[in-house]
């Protein structure tokens, strides 16, 4: 089962950029859709995009559009989230999930396993 | 987007109760449906996957049902570390959404 983890806690000033990594324990992330999740705080998860495993290829949530990009290494066993133009409301705890690839049914319509979290604070 | 409503939004049980909490989508989303437990601090965990089925390892107590805008989470026995927040989440659509939450706590 592969399990995520994820980079420590940031503090960035506002305007200011942050790239958050998610790597794959003993596993390369070829064969899922990588999520990003995020939840500020006392609020509900709020979907942010996701990047293709195999072909890098990236689809993003209209609100981030132009701030968030999605990469992940050659290797394919870490993937990255850098969200710019930072302001105080994207303090929030960030997460990586997984939906994995089956080439009889095709991608899984849920998210399993997810990282432990990446608190992102903005303040000036 | 597809707004999924959730209630109640905090409910006090004891353990051994049974609890239910409720999903509602703004359209038809088929069983496009899941639920999640979140403990604090902590990542969220699949329970149910396309309305009803259970994720392995999850507890038999826990269940789905549902289809087209209305779901359900049941508890049959509430147990201590049940005591959580559950959301919902859609994947009908490609731009993914969640409810706002269903807070367990003791009564």
């Known amino acids: 089962q592969v399990q995520l983890v994820q980079s420590g806690a940031e503090v960035k000033k506002p305007g200011a950029s942050v790239k958050v990594s998610c790597k794959a324990s003993?596993?390369?992330?070829?064969?899922?859709?990588i999520h990003w999740v995020r939840q500020a705080p006392g609020q509900r998860l709020e979907w942010m995009g996701w990047?293709?495993?195999?072909?890098?290829?990236?689809q993003y949530s209209q609100k981030f559009q132009g701030r968030l990009t999605f990469t992940r290494d050659t290797s394919a066993t870490t993937a990255y989230m850098e969200l710019s133009s930072l302001r105080s409301e994207d303090t929030a705890v960030y997460y990586c999930?997984?939906?994995?690839?089956?080439?009889?049914?095709?991608?899984?319509?849920?998210?399993?396993?997810w990282g432990q979290g990446t608190l992102v604070t903005v303040s000036s | 987007d597809i707004q999924m409503t959730q209630s109640p939004s905090s409910l006090s049980a004891s353990v051994g109760d049974r609890v239910t909490i409720t999903c509602r989508a703004s359209?038809?989303?088929?069983?496009?449906l899941n639920w999640y437990q979140q403990k604090a601090g902590k990542a969220p965990k699949l329970l149910i996957y396309?309305?009803?089925s259970l994720q392995s390892g999850v507890p038999s107590r826990f269940s789905g049902s549902g289809s087209g805008t209305d779901f359900t989470l049941t508890i049959s026995s509430l147990q201590p570390e049940d005591f959580a927040t559950y959301y919902c989440?859609?994947?009908?659509?490609?731009?993914?959404?969640f409810g706002q939450g269903t807070k367990v706590d003791i009564k």
């Open positions: 989440q859609q994947s009908y659509s490609t731009s993914w959404t």
């Open positions: 396309a309305a009803s």
């Open positions: 003993g596993y390369t992330l070829t064969n899922y859709a």
């Open positions: 999930t997984l939906r994995a690839y089956d080439v009889l049914t095709g991608y899984s319509n849920w998210f399993d396993p």
């Open positions: 990047i293709n495993g195999g072909n890098a290829n990236s």
């Open positions: 359209q038809n989303i088929s069983s496009y």
